[in-house]
């Protein structure tokens, strides 16, 4: 079954880390229903970001790309970690599009290590990207997200259902962070409807990220599209009553009518639930044994 698809002309978003996986696939997919994007992230072909410099993509790319979908884009080079280019990137996207209803939060840091073998800059690097930066983004946002319609804020990490992960408790507890501050803001901004909701995939998705980390095979991934679908469902909703809410893509999908996955995945078969139990062990799919 199709997804109904959301009208977005005349909105405009705010994507952290749009320079390839996720972030750039959920750039694209709005834009081909009429959002404007600002594309943002370190990879810049004007700079250069050391690590980065390999990385295929780039903010401009992306930039590009939407353009070609015909929409409006703006590349920002940014890092999420310091809040002073956070908030000149929001300012910047406001003057430009004269408001930004949509903020989606998908920058991220991993490394799955546990607490005694990561190194302390690993800790860093991963709390002020997921964590700090999340705050940043909505913090500079907030205020304005109050005073337009149909606003959102958006954040890519899991529901929070554990309360320990010994193989990987830095990045576990990043990531439950970043849906704290967001489910947190529901309750905030609530009176002013404003959206505030994460999603998570429940299967491994194929990344730069999922592939460097050796998470699995092809057998186990799905693409980036089912993140993107599961974004566009969302912003079909109210964000008046759709708020507060942590999903699972899977889950939202099935209840918006997807009764056949085989399209996002790599190989034939039926990826396991990977995702889902790397930050909750017992997870089990709704509906099986």
Request: aromatic share 6%; proline share 6%; hydrophobic share 35%.
């Amino acid at each position: 079954m199709s997804l109904d698809r959301p009208d977005l002309s005349g909105s405009a978003a705010f994507i952290t880390g749009t320079t390839r996986g996720i972030g750039k696939q959920i750039a694209l997919d709005l834009a081909a229903q009429g959002c404007n994007v600002v594309s943002t992230g370190k990879t810049s072909e004007n700079g250069d970001y050391g690590e980065d410099r390999d990385l295929s993509g780039s903010i401009e790319q992306t930039a590009r790309e939407v353009a070609d979908l015909g929409a409006e884009a703006l590349p920002v080079q940014l890092d999420v970690r310091d809040e002073t280019q956070v908030e000149a990137a929001a300012e910047r996207a406001i003057d430009e599009f004269g408001e930004v209803n949509i903020v989606i939060n998908n920058a991220s840091a991993i490394h799955l290590l546990d607490t005694t073998s990561l190194p302390p800059e690993r800790f860093d690097l991963m709390s002020d990207v997921n964590v700090r930066g999340t705050y940043a983004t909505a913090r500079a946002f907030a205020d304005h997200l109050k005073a337009v319609e149909n606003a959102w804020l958006l954040t890519n990490a899991p529901p929070v259902t554990v309360d320990r992960m010994p193989g990987s408790a830095p990045y576990t507890w990043s990531k439950l962070g970043m849906t704290f501050l967001t489910l947190s803001l529901a309750s905030t901004l609530d009176s002013h409807d404003v959206g505030c909701n994460t999603f998570w995939p429940v299967t491994a998705i194929d990344t730069r990220a999922t592939r460097y980390f050796g998470l699995g095979t092809e057998d186990d991934w799905r693409t980036p599209e089912i993140l993107s679908d599961t974004v566009l469902e969302i912003l079909r909703r109210d964000p008046a009553t759709f708020t507060g809410n942590a999903v699972y893509d899977e889950e939202l999908l099935r209840e918006a009518g997807v009764d056949d996955f085989s399209p996002y995945n790599l190989t034939a078969g039926d990826p396991t639930p990977m995702s889902a139990q790397m930050i909750d062990p017992e997870y089990t799919r709704p509906g099986s044994d």
